[in-house]
Structures are given as C-alpha cells and as structure tokens.
C-alpha cells in the first residue's frame, strides 16, 4: 500500500513530506525533483512569496544512491521566511507579545470556520497549516510517483485551459502537453501561444484592480493500461478516487473528469465512445485492438482505466486574499472590519496544475502498486508486463 502524508506550516520551519510503500529499485532523479519543486513556483501572476522562497526538497531517508531501498522516504522543503517568523511562531512557549494574529477572518479562507472548530482567538494557527504553501510537500511526494511511473510507461503532466473568460477552445495534443513543461520560462501553461497572450490580459486586469482571477487546469495521464481501478465498491473507483485527490488541493471547487460537465446537457449519441476493432498493425503501439472513436469519457469507464488518456480538470476559484479585501468582523471586538491581508498571489492556475499532477500521480501509482504489486521495482515491471501481453492478446 503507498502512502502519503504532508506536515509543517506556511511560515514554518519546513514542509515535511512522507512517501511510504515505494518498491525498491526507482531510480530517484535529484535534477527531476527539483525541477518540479520549480514548476509550482512560476506563472505570471504569482506573488511576493515566491521570490523569497527556492523550493528544494532534502531526502533524509528511503533512497540510497539513486535508488529507493523500500522503506519510508522523508523530505523536507526548508521555508527560508522561516527566519523572520521564528520568534513569532516559536515550538516553545516564547514571547506572547510577539505573537502575529489574524485578526479579522478572510472570505473564502479556512479562517473562520478553522476558528470555530479549534477554538482559537484569532486565525493565525488555521492560515498556516490550511495555506496552499503545503503543496510544495505535495509536488515533492509526486515527484517520487511520477518517477515510478516513469519507470513503467506512464507520464503525468497538466496544461493551462482557461484564465478567468478566456479559454483554450481546442482539444490538446499530448506532444504539445510535453513541449509546454518543457519551457525554461513559464507564463501561463497554455499549450497555445495566442491564447496564453489573452489569459495573461486577465492576469493583468486583475492586478491593475486589486483582484484575483481563477481558472481550470487539466491533468493528463499518458500510457496508463486498462485495468486500473475497479467498478466492484464505491470507494475503490478510479474516477472518485482522482476526483477527491484534485478536490483536496487548495482553492479547487469542481472536478471535472472528460468531457463531465458539457456532457450533461448533451444527448447520448454524442458523448459515448464508440468501439472499433484496429488491426494489428493499426494497434502496434496501443495497449489492446479495441479502440475507440473519442475520448469523451476521460479515459475511464465504470470507475476503471480503459487505456486512453485519464483527463482530469480542476476548476480553481480566485485566490481568497486580496489587496483590496471584503469586509469581515473584528474576532476581539465583533465590529465589522476590513478582512486581514497576508501577501498573496494574483493568478496561480499553473502552479495549481503541477499540484494536482502530484496528487494524480500518488493516486495512479497506489493503484497500480495495488494491481501489480512487487516490493522491487524489477518485479512489479515483470507483473505489468506479462499483464500487457495478457491484454494485447484478448
């Protein structure tokens, strides 16, 4: 079983990130790992925090040279702000006159409702753990999945559909998916230059007018075989399982899986895939020789893999802290106020994208280590491939 768990606070010492169940034998790629970390911090539109902060993840245990050993694997992401904070948010019990509050809860923030349920004076403790900070933990415990999945055939990248009312209005190709995360400069993610140019003209709007604008992302998982997940229990699918790992992510509202939402006020005859039978050379880098006609579905059917793409969108709210921010009530005097400010970002929909990758990533690959199995990676490679063989010949 692979698990996954994240601990630290935003302006903490450091984000911990904890990987268990890998098999031994994937080749861990420090430049790859770092260079996801990266990926999370750029796009036009991003604020102040990201120029203090060069994420880069420290492996304490479970890899030794170059190879996960099978055992746990521990990362931790240092917050360089962490030494303008350390008096603030001591471990020990420190100077209470120091202490920073969030006086005034934000709209759209955990803080409120954080508040209430721990019983706390002031939102400071909510916004830390509850800050999309925690993500980079993710992107690091993602990284490790992507390059198990590597290993086995399988890439997991995202693009950039929409900003705020421009969207991307044409179906990608996966080529054009790699070539975008290939950049050495990210503005937007979007696989279209044209279109890229309009989204960052919402970006600009909304900094102009102290706003935020939101988005929708789209994960794609390439070279995934049929089979994985299952339709037999409702917590075992496929599609609910990835819809709550890209839920999870900070500020996402809505999860989309193919072609979801127009799906539903479409007729029948439009939305399903149809089924065709390819010959053997037609189907010589296919996964089986039934093939099919769209791929309406999202790659998935029943809650299973069919072999297609598993696409995956997710429609990311603004960014709740705004610089000219909405009212709220003092959590001292209950007067109305206006709501506290902490430096925030304008537009975060790619780096939201390279979060939910991670996510799919850990979801894919608990999944495929719960079909395949293997406690080195040599065996659970033996276990696919003769299933492939099984499913080319069906």
């Given at each position: 079983?692979?698990r996954?768990?994240t601990?630290?606070?935003?302006?903490?010492?450091a984000?911990?990130?904890l990987?268990?169940?890998?098999?031994?034998?994937?080749?861990?790629?420090?430049?790859?790992?770092?260079?996801?970390?990266w990926?999370?911090?750029?796009?036009?539109?991003?604020?102040?925090?990201m120029?203090?902060?060069?994420?880069?993840?420290?492996?304490?245990?479970?890899?030794?040279?170059?190879?996960?050993?099978?055992?746990?694997?521990?990362?931790?992401?240092?917050?360089?702000?962490?030494?303008?904070?350390?008096?603030?948010?001591?471990?020990?019990?420190?100077?209470v006159?120091?202490?920073?509050?969030?006086?005034?809860?934000?709209p759209?923030?955990?803080?409120?409702?954080?508040?209430?349920?721990?019983?706390?004076?002031?939102?400071r403790?909510?916004l830390?753990?509850a800050?999309?900070?925690?993500s980079?933990?993710?992107?690091?415990?993602?990284?490790?999945?992507?390059?198990?999945?590597?290993?086995?055939?399988?890439?997991?990248?995202?693009?950039?559909?929409?900003?705020?009312?421009?969207?991307?209005?044409?179906?990608?190709?996966?080529d054009?998916?790699?070539a975008?995360?290939?950049?050495?400069?990210?503005?937007?993610?979007?696989?279209?230059?044209?279109?890229?140019?309009?989204?960052?003209?919402?970006?600009?709007?909304?900094?102009?007018t102290?706003?935020?604008?939101g988005?929708?992302?789209?994960?794609?998982a390439?070279?995934?075989p049929?089979?994985?997940?299952?339709?037999?229990?409702?917590?075992?699918?496929?599609?609910?399982l990835?819809?709550?790992?890209?839920m999870?992510?900070?500020?996402?509202?809505?999860?989309?899986?193919?072609?979801?939402?127009?799906?539903?006020?479409?007729?029948?005859?439009?939305?399903?895939?149809?089924?065709?039978?390819?010959?053997?050379?037609?189907?010589?880098?296919?996964?089986?020789?039934?093939?099919?006609?769209?791929?309406?579905?999202?790659?998935?059917?029943?809650?299973?893999?069919?072999?297609?793409?598993?696409?995956?969108?997710?429609?990311?709210?603004?960014?709740?802290?705004?610089?000219?921010?909405?009212?709220?009530?003092?959590?001292?005097?209950?007067?109305?106020?206006?709501?506290?400010?902490?430096r925030?970002?304008?537009?975060?929909?790619?780096?939201?994208g390279?979060?939910?990758?991670?996510?799919?990533?850990?979801?894919?690959?608990?999944?495929?280590?719960?079909?395949?199995?293997?406690?080195?990676?040599a065996?659970?490679?033996?276990?696919?491939?003769?299933?492939r063989?099984?499913?080319?010949?069906?």
């Amino acid at each position: 079983m692979l698990r996954f768990s994240t601990a630290g606070e935003s302006h903490g010492e450091a984000l911990v990130a904890l990987l268990s169940g890998l098999p031994a034998g994937v080749p861990v790629d420090s430049a790859f790992l770092g260079r996801e970390l990266w990926r999370r911090q750029q796009g036009f539109g991003r604020g102040g925090r990201m120029r203090i902060e060069t994420d880069t993840a420290h492996i304490l245990s479970g890899v030794r040279h170059g190879k996960t050993i099978g055992s746990p694997v521990a990362m931790t992401i240092a917050n360089r702000d962490w030494k303008n904070w350390e008096e603030i948010l001591p471990v020990e019990e420190g100077d209470v006159a120091k202490h920073k509050a969030v006086a005034s809860p934000r709209p759209g923030h955990a803080d409120l409702a954080g508040a209430l349920k721990y019983n706390f004076p002031d939102a400071r403790y909510i916004l830390e753990r509850a800050s999309a900070r925690e993500s980079s933990a993710r992107v690091a415990g993602g990284a490790l999945a992507k390059m198990l999945l590597r290993a086995l055939g399988i890439e997991v990248l995202s693009h950039v559909v929409r900003v705020g009312a421009v969207d991307l209005e044409r179906p990608y190709q996966w080529d054009e998916i790699v070539a975008s995360n290939a950049r050495d400069t990210v503005v937007l993610n979007c696989i279209d230059p044209e279109v890229e140019q309009r989204m960052r003209g919402e970006v600009d709007r909304a900094l102009r007018t102290g706003d935020t604008v939101g988005g929708v992302f789209e994960v794609v998982a390439h070279g995934l075989p049929p089979g994985i997940g299952t339709h037999v229990n409702w917590d075992e699918r496929l599609d609910g399982l990835l819809a709550q790992a890209v839920m999870s992510l900070q500020a996402v509202k809505a999860v989309e899986l193919g072609r979801g939402v127009t799906a539903a006020e479409s007729m029948g005859s439009t939305v399903h895939d149809a089924i065709a039978y390819a010959t053997e050379e037609e189907a010589a880098e296919a996964h089986t020789r039934f093939t099919r006609m769209g791929n309406n579905a999202g790659g998935i059917e029943g809650g299973i893999s069919n072999g297609q793409d598993v696409t995956v969108r997710g429609y990311l709210k603004p960014i709740s802290t705004l610089r000219r921010p909405l009212g709220s009530v003092s959590f001292d005097t209950r007067e109305p106020v206006k709501a506290a400010y902490e430096r925030s970002d304008v537009c975060v929909v790619p780096a939201a994208g390279v979060a939910a990758e991670a996510m799919v990533a850990i979801t894919l690959a608990r999944l495929v280590l719960e079909k395949f199995g293997g406690d080195s990676l040599a065996e659970t490679q033996r276990n696919l491939e003769g299933y492939r063989e099984q499913i080319k010949r069906f």
